[in-house]
């Protein structure tokens, strides 16, 4: 008997979910508010915890094994409120060689005031950690998976009409993001939760850590800055520009501790998915740059940053453009590592030379991705993509330009590249 609510979607990580239940003592589940992980996690257990709840944190404070049951698999919500639950599980699962007892989830990193020091144990070998996210376009049910990334590394691809698909729509998904809740939703409501977000963000989330104090303007600010930024590899620098104002250079310095100390803060909160740079042979290795590129971890939290919803991303088509980029990568990373594999970028310093997102999967091989809002920019991304093709010691298993104002699937007979819908992706 889970305890799944009604109406839940399927999601990817589902499917690990149960087979690390299969593997290890327990589960741990880590990710943004909102994002599902208490959904998905009932949608495996028999018995559930709600550490939010004063009576159950009272209990685990004085000892965890109190609120421990004999339905198992089972959850523990927000354990990281009462930090000691972790070894307690751990030593739970060591008590004896059965599977799937308990699955955790939590929304934010151990804070400062003593959080860490209460874990004696990683937990290695008796808790796995899988990482969640807001949910991809193929989860929401707004993909229909005519195309498949581990399909298109064995060559296997159909071409042909996908589905109608409008610019707005796109808009609407970016400004919507992944956001379960959100998924029902009128059109005049679906900013309202990610604005949401935001505002509970800087009122309330960021003073859970009380090792100093912070401003909550200058949290906003940052946020802000990182909107501005998204899909790109703007340095700290940058932002230091935009939230702080510096004559010297004493505090030029504070503002870049300042910058830093915040960005730890978005990151504890598993606000931040930034995607790293490729590490590969090129013609230039020796300046490939390093810096990795910004994301929140949805679109749709920059856009309510920003004030944006789908007229103003319709009449802004820069902006537009790099928002549809994040959503794009977004899913990837999460299809990614579904795969096993990771998400990265590459650019080229000495020559330019950049690919959106590189899919780096288990077996070692690649795929490199360019990503255009609509298919006249189509011929760009090819071009781009042959380049680094021809620059690559090692080369990509395959190469796909994915766009976002699109209805069908393409194979493209000059250079074997795949052109394909956002809404056709699926792992």
């Known amino acids: 008997m889970s305890l799944t609510k009604e109406n839940y979607k399927h999601r990817l990580i589902d499917d690990v979910i149960s087979r690390y239940l299969r593997i290890f003592g327990a589960v741990s589940l880590e990710g943004p508010k909102w994002c599902g992980k208490t959904w998905t996690a009932l949608n495996h257990a028999n018995s559930v915890r709600y550490v939010t709840e004063k009576s159950v944190r009272n209990l685990a404070a004085v000892d965890p094994k109190y609120i421990f049951t004999q339905e198992r698999p089972q959850l523990i919500d927000e354990w990281q409120i009462v930090p000691e639950i972790w070894d307690a599980v751990r030593h739970e699962c060591d008590s004896d060689n059965e599977k799937g007892k308990f699955i955790l989830t939590g929304s934010t990193t151990l804070g400062n005031e003593g959080g860490e020091s209460k874990v004696y144990h990683t937990g290695t070998g008796r808790i796995a950690t899988l990482r969640m996210y807001p949910m991809s376009l193929y989860e929401s049910g707004d993909s229909n998976g005519a195309v498949s990334l581990s399909g298109m590394i064995s060559g296997e691809f159909q071409e042909g009409f996908v589905r109608k698909i409008r610019l707005d729509e796109i808009a609407r998904l970016i400004i919507r993001g992944g956001w379960p809740e959100n998924l029902e939703l009128g059109d005049d409501d679906i900013g309202v939760i990610p604005e949401s977000y935001i505002e509970a963000v ?226």
């Open 202 to 427: 800087v009122t309330k989330d960021m003073h859970e850590w009380h090792d100093r104090k912070r401003n909550p303007q200058k949290m906003r600010q940052l946020i802000r800055s990182l909107s501005r930024n998204e899909s790109s590899i703007a340095g700290d620098k940058t932002i230091v520009r935009d939230i702080e104002d510096y004559e010297t250079g004493d505090e030029l310095l504070e503002s870049r501790l300042t910058v830093t100390d915040y960005l730890s803060v978005l990151d504890s909160l598993y606000l931040t998915a930034n995607q790293e740079a490729f590490s590969i042979q090129y013609r230039s290795s020796a300046r490939v740059g390093k810096s990795a590129k910004r994301h929140l971890v949805d679109p749709s939290l920059s856009c309510a940053s920003l004030n944006l919803n789908v007229d103003k991303l319709m009449n802004d088509h820069e902006t537009f453009g790099l928002m549809f980029e994040a959503l794009v990568e977004r899913d990837l990373r999460i299809y990614a590592e579904y795969l096993g594999g990771r998400l990265y970028h590459f650019r080229d310093n000495s020559s330019g030379d950049e690919v959106d997102a590189i899919v780096e999967f288990k077996d070692g091989n690649y795929a490199a991705i360019e990503i255009k809002l609509s298919d006249g920019a189509t011929g760009e991304g090819l071009k781009s993509l042959v380049k680094f093709r021809n620059n690559a010691a090692k080369k990509p298993v395959f190469m796909a330009v994915i766009v976002g104002h699109l209805d069908t699937a393409i194979l493209d007979k000059d250079t074997g590249i795949y052109i394909f819908p956002i809404t056709a992706l699926r792992p």
